[in-house]
């Protein structure tokens, strides 16, 4: 069975761009999270959707914004990139509550 | 707020034990998850605790206790493929069922 899978895998963007960035859950799982993990820190959550509302939010600007559609999968938006939006970006996703979340292999952003 | 503590880094040599200690300060506590994460990979999920007490898979083992706010992770015969980031995250109903990571413990294995 095919794990999470996200794309790109990696993209190179300039200060004020925005970047969209996919995400697709395992088959049957109806819960995508998103998470930002910079160089030597833990993954930093930023949103969770759950058959396609918004479940959860973390503490990131509202450049930031996400939606789910209705195969559950997922894009991840962020407006007017700042350098310090340079960052691994992993999708996750869950089947039943208390079922560990599994990660896709990230998407690299780098901004110039 | 919410608060999670673990050593940046460890050292340890083949054949070994190492723990992992982890503490964390949230509401809502709903569980702790540890997962492995190699350089340039995505976390792979080890173990995860709701109750207190030790959880038990093959090399590695986990534990926690509710009333202190702690875990730990126990490898045991340790590896060189062990080197990586072992992170700490739990689950905090304030934010849904979404993950609160630790900043991760880099484990170096030497032979």
New interface residues.
């Given amino acids: 069975d095919a794990g ?1 899978t996200q794309s790109p895998t990696h993209l190179i963007k300039t200060r004020g761009q925005h970047v969209t960035l996919r995400c697709s859950p395992i088959s049957g799982h109806k ?1 995508v ?1 998103w ?1 930002q993990q910079v160089l ?6 930023i949103f ?1 959707y ?1 058959e396609k509302e918004e ?4 503490n990131f600007p509202d450049r930031f914004s996400a939606r789910q559609f209705p195969n559950y999968s997922s894009e991840l938006n962020v407006n007017a990139l700042l350098l310090g939006d340079s960052a691994l970006y ?1 999708c ?1 996703s ?1 089947g039943p ?2 079922e ?7 998407t690299r952003l780098s901004i110039l | 707020g919410q608060n ?1 503590d673990q050593p940046t880094e460890m050292t340890a040599t083949e054949g070994a034990i190492v723990q992992i200690n982890c503490t964390y300060q949230t509401s809502g506590f709903n ?1 702790l ?1 540890w ?1 492995q994460q190699h350089a340039g ?5 080890l173990s ?1 605790n ?1 109750l207190d007490g030790l959880e038990e898979k093959g090399r590695f083992s986990s534990f926690l206790s509710r009333s202190k706010g702690y875990s730990y992770l126990l490898l045991k015969e340790l590896q060189m493929k062990d080197s990586a980031s072992y ?1 700490c ?1 739990v689950i905090s109903n304030q ?10 413990t880099t484990l170096s294995v030497s032979s």
């Fill in positions: 999470v819960s999270s998470y030597g820190q833990g993954p930093q959550f969770q759950y479940r959860g939010r973390g992993l996750a869950r509550a208390g560990p979340q599994h990660f896709g292999d990230g | 999670i569980g998850f997962y990979e995505a976390p792979t999920f995860y709701v992170l995250a934010a849904g069922t979404a993950l609160i990571f630790g900043k991760g």
